[in-house]
């Protein structure tokens, strides 16, 4: 059964099931096992190579357990991302830590851990001679920033000449070597050209860059061994295709790089968007339907609570929405512009604009694709709303769905809480 008929019937079952109150996000469990087989798969030229999924894409300890279960890693980037990935099971040298704001704490509790860190500054490579100590467990790496240039998104472009991350390679190439040369437990080079538009082309040129300043430490002794690919993988979010494919991305970098197959280093990989994203969506009930100028309009219960960037920047992150019935089963009928609204409490909540879709009634659904990362794994508490519940889901030869809970939807007791009820009374008084 293809990744759309498991959808299909996951729909059905969960409006089956009253798990769409009001609002829920889906993962399909076999497709996460399909999306790492094709990684695996993919990069096994390059030899040795430890995968890992950036956290921040979908932060879920059940997600990252049953990544790990898969031989994937974690690449964390918080003490938050840190220590859900440590509650999934998931620590030491299974996990990499990249963060352009490491504190020394966090630093200090890699390196106890043997978590592979990868330095952003030359600051934070000072704050590392502190704590390192003669032999660490970790391995150790600095971020570089190639100055490749930005892709189409330019908030997530990052390896522009002006970026925040890592060190800008330019501006500082010697400097990088001498750091190298003044610090024999730095062995390896981290790069990520950046997420979403940028085409597999200018990631494997970011990747030629690194390669090639490994090649120049290593000159004289052999001290980088690793190289720290990051992910970036873009995603098709305009059809139920996946986009460009793991294999396509390593084809695109061994023509670049050849070498990259001679075994000489051994690679990371930080994949998020497109291990994650094709294998979830949302699904929302209609609650009330109106006019306004002539425009039909569905109110739902997913605004930018859930998808913050596509109601922000909607010309970036477009989603596809389905229209279903009651029952879960996509809906037919005369397609007609209709926006669909968030219940967050500002004119820009939107998920979609004029989008042509069988006409809405209260008590549909509306399916947005494609939100398995950075969507309801990236919740904004805007308007106090809560986090939504999210099931995994797999489906038998025969159809049957099984729905296994990856989160609680977040109670009223836990956003009271969350809003500093316990100082309630503790201001001066006024
Ligand atoms: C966000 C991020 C990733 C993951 O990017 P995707 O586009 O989700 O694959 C990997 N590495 C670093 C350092 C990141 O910041």
């Known amino acids: ?129 502190d704590l390192v100590g003669q032999d660490p467990r970790s391995v150790l790496g600095l971020r570089i920033n190639p100055q490749v240039g930005a892709g189409r998104i330019g908030d997530t472009s990052t390896a522009t000449a002006t970026s925040k991350f890592g060190i800008p390679l330019r501006d500082n190439r010697t400097r990088i070597v001498e750091a190298f040369a003044e610090r024999p437990w730095l062995t390896r080079l981290h790069v990520h050209v950046g997420s979403q538009g940028c085409p597999p082309e200018l990631m494997a040129e970011g990747v030629a860059a690194v390669h090639d300043l490994a090649e120049e430490i290593n000159t004289h002794r052999r001290q980088v061994t690793s190289l720290d690919l990051g992910g970036g993988l873009p995603v098709d979010f305009a059809s139920e295709d996946p986009g460009p494919t793991y294999a396509d991305y390593v084809a695109t970098l061994l023509a670049k790089v050849p070498a990259l197959a001679d075994g000489r280093y051994s690679f990371v990989t930080e994949f998020g968007r497109s291990l994650l994203a094709k294998n979830g969506f949302l699904v929302s009930t209609v609650e009330y339907t109106k006019v306004a100028g002539g425009r039909p309009i569905a109110v739902t219960h997913a605004g930018a609570q859930v998808a913050a960037r596509t109601v922000l920047q909607p010309e970036h992150w477009p989603l596809r929405l389905t229209a279903l019935d009651a029952q879960g089963r996509p809906k037919t009928g005369l397609e007609v512009p209709q926006d669909i609204a968030g219940p967050l409490c500002f004119a820009g909540d939107l998920l979609a604009k004029e989008r042509p879709l069988p006409l809405l009634e209260p008590g549909d659904l509306v399916v947005a694709h494609d939100t398995g990362a950075y969507y309801f794994g990236a919740h904004y508490a805007y308007n106090t709303l809560p986090r939504p519940a999210v099931h995994g889901f797999t489906v038998s030869a025969h159809g049957h769905v099984e729905f296994t809970p990856i989160r609680r939807a977040q109670s009223l007791a836990e956003l009271v809480a969350d809003a500093g009820a316990e100082y309630v009374g503790a201001l001066p008084e006024a």
């Open 1 to 129: 059964m293809n990744r759309t008929d498991r959808k299909l019937r996951a729909l059905a079952a969960a409006a089956d099931r009253d798990l769409l109150d009001p609002l829920a996000g889906f993962v399909d469990l076999a497709g996460l096992r399909e999306a790492v087989e094709d990684l695996t798969k993919a990069f096994a030229p390059l030899g040795r190579v430890q995968h890992t999924v950036a956290a921040k894409a979908c932060g879920l300890a059940p997600v990252l357990r049953y990544l790990a279960d898969l031989g994937v890693d974690a690449e964390v980037a918080s003490p938050g991302e840190t220590a859900v990935a440590e509650a999934a099971g998931i620590r030491g040298a299974r996990l990499v830590l990249d963060s352009p704001a490491k504190t020394t704490a966090e630093l200090a509790h890699a390196l106890a851990e043997g978590t592979a860190i990868n330095a952003d500054n030359f600051q934070e490579l000072a704050r590392i001679d």
